[in-house]
């Protein structure tokens, strides 16, 4: 599947498992120091649920970076193509490194018999997740969209309006992704209104496709 309408499906399988990725984990794991314990005693189910999807918003986010790329054809900048590449990458991965560490968490959490080390190791996975996520993969995340966006303004795939608000959402990532983690909602709603018009545009993607090849 290589048509526009492959990259339309793949990024709205994306913006649907990460968003509820990030509504599973901030719902369940608070970002400040307090109840640094019992929260993932109580919140371990849904945080579970997290890591299971993670995977396949990665797949899809996959699939979703192949066939927009492919979209490009001809009209692929090299310089831009290569951020575009590393920065989507880098935030999978983060992401990713992200969640297993929370999968750890919830499976050595029946294990630990030490209180006070209990607590440290919990604090410390917290932390590292949220740094993880918030401080890295956020910013990879805008990046990500920045690059999209200038490839965009120069081919003129893409609306003039989605390009401006592509740089305006990558810019407020980049700016408030350590304050709170439901900044990190505005990366999969991203996805979603370009996804969305990736599929009311198809017919035109496709036509200049045909010419181009």
Same mark, same amino acid.
């Given at each position: 599947?290589?048509? #526009?309408?492959?990259?339309?499906?793949?990024?709205?399988?994306?913006? !649907?498992?990460?968003?509820?990725?990030?509504? /599973?984990?901030?719902?369940?794991?608070? &970002? @400040?120091?307090?109840?640094?314990?019992?929260?993932?005693?109580?919140?371990? @189910?849904?945080?579970?649920?997290?890591?299971?999807?993670?995977?396949?918003? @990665?797949?899809?986010?996959?699939?979703?970076?192949?066939?927009?790329?492919? $979209?490009?054809?001809?009209?692929?900048?090299?310089?831009?193509?290569?951020? =575009?590449? $590393?920065?989507?990458? /880098?935030?999978?991965?983060?992401?990713?490194?992200?969640?297993?560490?929370?999968?750890?968490? %919830?499976?050595?959490?029946?294990?630990?018999?030490?209180?006070?080390?209990?607590?440290?190791?919990? &604090?410390? $996975?917290?932390?590292?997740?949220?740094?993880?996520?918030?401080?890295?993969?956020?910013?990879?995340?805008?990046? =990500?969209?920045?690059? !999209?966006?200038?490839?965009? /303004?120069?081919?003129?795939?893409? #609306?003039?309006?989605? %390009?401006?608000?592509?740089?305006?959402?990558?810019?407020?990532?980049?700016?408030?992704?350590?304050?709170?983690?439901?900044?990190?909602?505005?990366?999969?709603?991203?996805? /979603?209104? %370009?996804?969305?018009?990736?599929?009311?545009?198809? $017919? %035109? =993607? &496709? &036509?200049?496709?045909?010419?181009?090849?």
């Amino acid at each position: 599947m290589k048509t #526009p309408r492959a990259a339309a499906l793949a990024g709205v399988a994306f913006a !649907l498992l990460f968003g509820a990725t990030i509504i /599973l984990i901030r719902t369940r794991m608070p &970002e @400040g120091i307090d109840d640094s314990t019992t929260w993932l005693d109580q919140g371990s @189910g849904g945080i579970t649920t997290a890591t299971i999807l993670m995977p396949f918003a @990665g797949i899809s986010f996959l699939w979703f970076i192949a066939v927009v790329r492919d $979209g490009l054809g001809r009209y692929e900048d090299r310089f831009f193509a290569s951020v =575009f590449l $590393g920065s989507g990458f /880098l935030f999978l991965a983060m992401m990713f490194v992200a969640t297993a560490a929370l999968a750890a968490l %919830v499976a050595s959490n029946k294990a630990m018999t030490d209180p006070a080390a209990h607590r440290d190791v919990i &604090e410390f $996975g917290k932390m590292f997740v949220l740094s993880t996520s918030k401080t890295y993969a956020l910013r990879m995340a805008a990046v =990500f969209m920045m690059s !999209l966006a200038a490839i965009w /303004l120069k081919t003129g795939l893409m #609306p003039r309006w989605l %390009v401006a608000l592509s740089y305006l959402a990558a810019l407020t990532l980049l700016v408030v992704s350590d304050l709170n983690m439901w900044a990190a909602m505005a990366f999969p709603v991203w996805v /979603l209104v %370009v996804s969305g018009l990736i599929l009311a545009r198809a $017919g %035109v =993607f &496709e &036509e200049i496709r045909a010419r181009i090849d």
